[in-house]
């Protein structure tokens, strides 16, 4: 679906270990303090297809998270990896499992992979896993005015976008407005991800008492094409990555990989029966990859 021949890249990530900022404690919006479990590294026991509000978590992802301790080798890393490209082990007791990039954070740039529950059990933080880094360049050329980021074609051909008639047609879980996005407004779209301000007892409100991690999610008024603000009239689509967090102007995260102006997408949203990424597609993904072993 790109005009040219997209380049891969392998990168070397390191499995992260959560850190605390010197004290355990961050204060939710209801001005009460709690100890931020899930909030990077290694996370246990969720999963895709949870809900965003199911667990007592703060910013927790189905699966790792994976930084540099170089700086500028950590922005590429963020920068270049995208949702759909395939991570190997190559240290430690899992060395040789493999995963599928399903998004990114922000805070200095994390990648998220998702592996099977019983490979995260034996990761341990600092061990190397390399990232084939394919996507950054993807376009749609019979829509231009489509801007696609973040996502690999084998994602891309898996999730539920449909190209032709003049539009790009995107199934997601809900749309919700611009006035919803919180952490992430100013950032750069290819290495950071939008914090929707929804939580478990205002998501009714919004239409987003449904939301899953993996779900497809549109935000209207919304331009992330390059650094993410708002625009009356464009619409971005992301994948949810993380689920909610306590803190105020956080909440559960979307990676953006569709921004488009007035006219250019049609979002078919379907509150209990849409399916984004998933175990299966991650699963198909994987097994898609040339010499990918599970």
Not at 36 to 52: K, R, T
Not at 58 to 84: K, M, N, Q, W
Not at 204 to 212: D, P, S
Request: proline letters at 6%; glycine letters at 16%.
């Amino acid at each position: 679906m790109t005009a040219g021949r997209l380049v891969a890249n392998n990168l070397l990530g390191v499995v992260e270990h959560p850190s605390s900022g010197g004290h355990p404690y961050q204060v939710a919006r209801s001005g009460e303090s709690y100890v931020p479990v899930g909030d990077g590294g290694i996370v246990l026991g969720v999963d895709l297809g949870d809900g965003v509000f199911d667990h007592v978590a703060d910013h927790a992802a189905p699966g790792v998270c994976l930084v540099h301790p170089d700086p500028a080798a950590r922005a590429s890393l963020t920068g270049l990896s995208c949702a759909g490209n395939l991570a190997t082990v190559r240290s430690g007791g899992q060395a040789g499992a493999t995963g599928v990039v399903i998004g990114k954070r922000g805070e200095s740039g994390r990648v998220i992979v998702h592996f099977g529950d019983d490979v995260r059990a034996g990761l341990r933080p600092g061990d190397h896993v390399a990232v084939r880094a394919e996507g950054q360049g993807l376009a749609l050329p019979e829509h231009p005015d489509v801007t696609v980021a973040n996502l690999s074609p084998a994602l891309l051909d898996r999730l539920p976008v449909r190209t032709g008639n003049g539009a790009v047609v995107v199934g997601v879980r809900c749309v919700l407005p611009s006035m919803l996005v919180g952490n992430g407004v100013g950032r750069p779209s290819v290495a950071w991800d939008i914090d929707l301000q929804v939580h478990a007892d205002t998501a009714e409100r919004w239409g987003a008492q449904e939301l899953r991690l993996g779900d497809l999610v549109a935000l209207s008024d919304v331009d992330a094409r390059w650094n993410i603000g708002y625009r009356r009239g464009w619409t971005t689509v992301g994948i949810v990555v993380h689920g909610g967090s306590p803190l105020p102007g956080h909440g559960p995260g979307v990676t953006p990989i569709l921004s488009g102006g007035p006219g250019t997408m049609v979002i078919d949203a379907d509150a209990r029966a849409h399916r984004g990424v998933t175990a299966r597609v991650v699963e198909e993904v994987a097994d898609a990859r040339p010499g990918a072993s599970r």
